[in-house]
């Protein structure tokens, strides 16, 4: 069973920085795209950024310049490098991973900036 577990979440300060891990268990396979979502109470799940195996990378708007994905292919972990944190980041960031036309979604790891 895939399964894919994030790590790192926390409480920062504004202008603080935090890094998340999401690690997969259960597949030996390089996934075609995996990425980060988030979603704040009251809000719908929103993409942050996404990496494909080629190594291209999307970012929101928002988080350009700030944020950075990376993956390791070698240990099936993806990573979100999240610098200048403002409130407004404060979510539920969720790791997203697609192989061979199935999508998994981790559990979740809540990141609260406060002000």
């Known amino acids: 069973q895939v399964q894919l577990v994030e790590s790192g979440g926390g409480l920062v300060q504004a202008g603080g920085s935090l890094r998340l891990s999401c690690g997969v268990s259960?597949?030996?396979?390089?996934?075609?795209?995996m990425g980060w979502y988030r979603q704040a109470p009251g809000s719908q799940r929103e993409l942050v950024a996404q990496v494909t195996s080629g190594g291209a990378t999307n970012y929101a708007d928002s988080v350009k310049g700030r944020f950075t994905i990376s993956r390791d292919d070698a240990q099936n972990t993806v990573y979100l490098q999240m610098n200048s944190l403002k409130p407004a980041d404060t979510a539920v960031y969720y790791c997203h991973g697609v192989v061979y036309g199935y999508a998994y979604w981790g559990q979740g790891t809540q990141v609260t900036v406060s002000s």
């Open positions: 259960g597949s030996s396979f390089s996934f075609n795209v």
